[in-house]
């Protein structure tokens, strides 16, 4: 079982830890109160500033006084004059008061403010933020904290004979990401009234915003065997607590969230930061490599839980004074388009009294700003390589896209326009550039340097005509099937498949199984939409072949007949197939499954089994010592490592026996199972 894994820092921990407190609730059938009716929270992404990147850095003159002590009253309010003056006319409004803030807690065991670095309380600082027509957000953990637990005698506002001895388990077991609090235990009707308490109290603040962070299942803690770590309910009863506390507040979750909760973070919050922190924890704010590039894969799971009143949260972005940010000005591009293209909240963290030009240009942008309020969140092509083509299609017929090459070294980056379902000629305007080129056909294309981007609009000549499908993806094959997905297509009503030119199937929806195929044949499938008597032209074609007779056929990473380098190694998992997987693989230690048979050379779906605990984790795929895959594991962010997930892309093999090398130079990987062909 790999064991390693992205860990949170020591000055978190200690932030987290002079910060705990909070709490959590009640049972499902808890009487519900009379909810205040409020416009949408949230409807779009929101903008803003946090404290928590400047906390966090150790780039000269921020915190003088030593980790974290740039917080203060002083500090808070110098940045919210300067985003009132330089970012509120483009819509940046919150202020947000990370970790470090609090000291402990009142009588109640609610918290109170760091009276040393907020000497007139949290209510005055927001009231200040308030009257510069900014919102005011604050920062809490999940569970009890320790120190207000106070032997269990303390009482809890507003709930006669409830005392903090009456919402714990007897074991005082822990809870939240850094083991920092007491778990709530929910059978308790006293639990909603502590979460109420403090709610209620933030609300008397003027609180817009709370961000609870260490929440579980993630946080890399929380698998189905940690059940100390699953703060769902804990998520329930504060969006109860939040939603009766007399003023509207955004309610916010963090970090690393396990997606297989997704549901539950949609029902009861806002948004849920997706991954690690972006901050590199060092002379700058944040590094390429840690960890703004993991943004790419880390996200991909997550795209269609985004929507109004909830939104993935890819955390600060710090692209605004390039000394301190500790990026390239390509980085820093492509930093904000990626933010931007995905509706993450587009909050700050750098010192904004100091904002070099460039990066006033990046932030203030009202193009990029207004992809980012559509609300539409982009998806790649695919992942396959280090080149990657995102896109939205519009509700104007328009689509956005943009190239990234994340790669260390430059390259050229194309987005075809058959597979992104541009019909005919079109405008394409560059953002960035704010040009525009009319009558383009065929692709958009640039030469990038290394981790750099563009960003496009591109709108159809014939708008109004039935749009091609974009994206056609095969999903699953077997001897005589294949699956298929794609994008809807601007117009249609319904859709035609087509294999070798033949149509084999209609459907009103987005995907289909071909049926009735030939064993270990190829087949080129093309997919059209209808709308009445007009048809769109042909989606891009895909080229597959099904599996041979006898087949799909499962190859076991740890068979005999698999090599293992390094540190590689078999272990243990009931849910594997066999019982059995590979781990610790990454770095120098790979593992490569041979003979790999096909009948005929061709393009196959080949399908990987694989346990990833983590955000995700990427991995080569090479093909007989040449032609290298990337794979995209995507990870369940609460440190489960026996639970198998798959994952498939289409690979090119040659007749006869073939040896496929799982491997990252860079970093580890998921554990892997199997792959099927």
């Given at each position: 079982m790999s064991l390693r894994r992205r860990t949170a820092t020591v000055l978190a921990a200690v932030a987290l830890v002079s910060t705990a407190t909070l709490t959590i609730t009640a049972p499902a059938d808890a009487i519900q109160e009379q909810q205040p009716t409020y416009p949408q929270i949230a409807a779009k992404p929101y903008l803003g500033w946090s404290s928590w990147s400047l906390q966090s850095t150790n780039y000269p003159g921020v915190n003088p006084d030593g980790p974290g002590s740039f917080i203060s009253e002083k500090n808070i309010l110098t940045q919210a004059n300067a985003l009132a003056t330089k970012l509120k006319p483009y819509g940046y409004e919150y202020i947000n008061v990370d970790a470090g803030w609090q000291d402990g807690g009142d009588e109640y065991g609610r918290p109170v403010a760091n009276l040393e670095r907020f000497p007139r309380g949290m209510k005055a600082v927001g009231d200040d933020i308030h009257k510069l027509g900014l919102k005011f957000g604050i920062y809490t953990v999940v569970g009890l904290g320790k120190d207000v637990y106070r032997d269990g005698n303390t009482p809890i506002y507003d709930a006669p004979g409830c005392f903090t001895r009456d919402i714990v388990y007897p074991d005082l077991r822990t809870t939240n990401g850094w083991d920092a609090a007491y778990k709530i235990d929910y059978a308790s009707p006293c639990a909603q009234k502590y979460a109420d308490s403090i709610a209620k109290l933030f609300a008397s603040w003027g609180v817009d915003?709370?961000?609870?962070?260490?929440?579980?299942?993630?946080?890399?803690?929380?698998?189905?065997?940690?059940?100390?770590?699953?703060?769902?309910?804990?998520?329930?009863?504060?969006?109860?607590?939040?939603?009766?506390?007399?003023?509207?507040?955004?309610?916010?979750l963090s970090w690393s969230l396990s997606h297989r909760y997704a549901d539950v973070w949609k029902q009861n919050s806002n948004g849920w930061r997706i991954d690690t922190d972006v901050e590199c924890y060092c002379d700058t704010i944040v590094k390429w490599d840690s960890s703004v590039k993991a943004r790419w894969w880390d996200v991909a799971q997550w795209i269609d839980d985004a929507g109004p009143g909830h939104w993935n949260n890819l955390d600060a972005i710090n692209v605004g004074v390039g000394a301190m940010d500790g990026l390239t000005d390509a980085e820093r591009q492509s930093y904000m388009t990626f933010w931007a293209i995905n509706s993450a909240p587009l909050f700050a963290g750098d010192d904004l009294t100091k904002l070099d030009a460039y990066g006033l240009k990046l932030l203030t942008n009202r193009e990029v700003i207004a992809i980012n309020q559509s609300g539409n969140p982009a998806r790649p092509l695919d992942q396959d390589q280090l080149q990657q083509i995102w896109y939205a299609q519009n509700a104007d017929g328009s689509t956005t896209v943009a190239l990234f090459n994340l790669a260390d070294s430059p390259a050229t980056v194309t987005g075809d326009f058959g597979r992104l379902g541009i019909t005919g000629k079109a405008t394409v305007r560059d953002i960035w550039a704010g040009q525009n080129t009319r009558n383009v056909s065929g692709s958009v294309s640039a030469n990038l340097p290394a981790h750099g981007s563009k960003l496009y609009k591109i709108t159809p000549n014939n708008l109004g005509a039935v749009g091609k499908p974009a994206d056609v993806t095969a999903t699953d094959v077997s001897r005589t099937t294949v699956s298929l997905a794609w994008r809807p297509s601007a117009g249609a009503t319904l859709y035609r498949l087509f294999a070798n030119g033949k149509q084999v199937a209609t459907t009103s929806g987005t995907s289909a199984v071909v049926s009735g195929l030939l064993a270990q044949t190829p087949y080129t499938f093309t997919v059209t939409g209808v709308r009445g008597s007009a048809t769109s032209e042909a989606s891009a074609p895909i080229t597959l072949s099904t599996s041979a007779s006898g087949?799909?056929?499962?190859?076991?990473?740890?068979?005999?007949?698999?090599?293992?380098?390094?540190?590689?190694?078999?272990?243990?998992?009931?849910?594997?197939?066999?019982?059995?997987?590979i781990g610790n693989i990454g770095y120098s230690s790979t593992v490569t499954l041979n003979g790999i048979t096909v009948p005929a050379t061709g393009t196959y779906l080949v399908k990987i089994a694989y346990t990833d605990g983590d955000t995700s984790r990427q991995s080569m795929l090479t093909v007989n010592g040449t032609d290298s895959y990337w794979v995209n594991y995507h990870g369940l962010g609460d440190n489960d490592w026996g639970t198998p997930q798959v994952t498939y892309l289409p690979m090119t093999l040659t007749a006869g026996a073939n040896s496929i090398k799982v491997s990252n130079p860079n970093g580890y990987i998921a554990d892997i199972d199997w792959i099927t062909v």
């Amino acid at each position: 079982m790999s064991l390693r894994r992205r860990t949170a820092t020591v000055l978190a921990a200690v932030a987290l830890v002079s910060t705990a407190t909070l709490t959590i609730t009640a049972p499902a059938d808890a009487i519900q109160e009379q909810q205040p009716t409020y416009p949408q929270i949230a409807a779009k992404p929101y903008l803003g500033w946090s404290s928590w990147s400047l906390q966090s850095t150790n780039y000269p003159g921020v915190n003088p006084d030593g980790p974290g002590s740039f917080i203060s009253e002083k500090n808070i309010l110098t940045q919210a004059n300067a985003l009132a003056t330089k970012l509120k006319p483009y819509g940046y409004e919150y202020i947000n008061v990370d970790a470090g803030w609090q000291d402990g807690g009142d009588e109640y065991g609610r918290p109170v403010a760091n009276l040393e670095r907020f000497p007139r309380g949290m209510k005055a600082v927001g009231d200040d933020i308030h009257k510069l027509g900014l919102k005011f957000g604050i920062y809490t953990v999940v569970g009890l904290g320790k120190d207000v637990y106070r032997d269990g005698n303390t009482p809890i506002y507003d709930a006669p004979g409830c005392f903090t001895r009456d919402i714990v388990y007897p074991d005082l077991r822990t809870t939240n990401g850094w083991d920092a609090a007491y778990k709530i235990d929910y059978a308790s009707p006293c639990a909603q009234k502590y979460a109420d308490s403090i709610a209620k109290l933030f609300a008397s603040w003027g609180v817009d915003f709370i961000k609870m962070d260490g929440v579980g299942p993630g946080s890399w803690k929380g698998a189905p065997d940690d059940p100390n770590h699953n703060n769902t309910e804990d998520v329930e009863a504060w969006w109860r607590a939040v939603q009766n506390a007399g003023r509207p507040m955004m309610y916010t979750l963090s970090w690393s969230l396990s997606h297989r909760y997704a549901d539950v973070w949609k029902q009861n919050s806002n948004g849920w930061r997706i991954d690690t922190d972006v901050e590199c924890y060092c002379d700058t704010i944040v590094k390429w490599d840690s960890s703004v590039k993991a943004r790419w894969w880390d996200v991909a799971q997550w795209i269609d839980d985004a929507g109004p009143g909830h939104w993935n949260n890819l955390d600060a972005i710090n692209v605004g004074v390039g000394a301190m940010d500790g990026l390239t000005d390509a980085e820093r591009q492509s930093y904000m388009t990626f933010w931007a293209i995905n509706s993450a909240p587009l909050f700050a963290g750098d010192d904004l009294t100091k904002l070099d030009a460039y990066g006033l240009k990046l932030l203030t942008n009202r193009e990029v700003i207004a992809i980012n309020q559509s609300g539409n969140p982009a998806r790649p092509l695919d992942q396959d390589q280090l080149q990657q083509i995102w896109y939205a299609q519009n509700a104007d017929g328009s689509t956005t896209v943009a190239l990234f090459n994340l790669a260390d070294s430059p390259a050229t980056v194309t987005g075809d326009f058959g597979r992104l379902g541009i019909t005919g000629k079109a405008t394409v305007r560059d953002i960035w550039a704010g040009q525009n080129t009319r009558n383009v056909s065929g692709s958009v294309s640039a030469n990038l340097p290394a981790h750099g981007s563009k960003l496009y609009k591109i709108t159809p000549n014939n708008l109004g005509a039935v749009g091609k499908p974009a994206d056609v993806t095969a999903t699953d094959v077997s001897r005589t099937t294949v699956s298929l997905a794609w994008r809807p297509s601007a117009g249609a009503t319904l859709y035609r498949l087509f294999a070798n030119g033949k149509q084999v199937a209609t459907t009103s929806g987005t995907s289909a199984v071909v049926s009735g195929l030939l064993a270990q044949t190829p087949y080129t499938f093309t997919v059209t939409g209808v709308r009445g008597s007009a048809t769109s032209e042909a989606s891009a074609p895909i080229t597959l072949s099904t599996s041979a007779s006898g087949g799909p056929v499962r190859y076991e990473a740890e068979a005999p007949t698999s090599t293992l380098t390094g540190d590689a190694s078999v272990s243990g998992c009931t849910a594997c197939s066999g019982g059995s997987k590979i781990g610790n693989i990454g770095y120098s230690s790979t593992v490569t499954l041979n003979g790999i048979t096909v009948p005929a050379t061709g393009t196959y779906l080949v399908k990987i089994a694989y346990t990833d605990g983590d955000t995700s984790r990427q991995s080569m795929l090479t093909v007989n010592g040449t032609d290298s895959y990337w794979v995209n594991y995507h990870g369940l962010g609460d440190n489960d490592w026996g639970t198998p997930q798959v994952t498939y892309l289409p690979m090119t093999l040659t007749a006869g026996a073939n040896s496929i090398k799982v491997s990252n130079p860079n970093g580890y990987i998921a554990d892997i199972d199997w792959i099927t062909v």
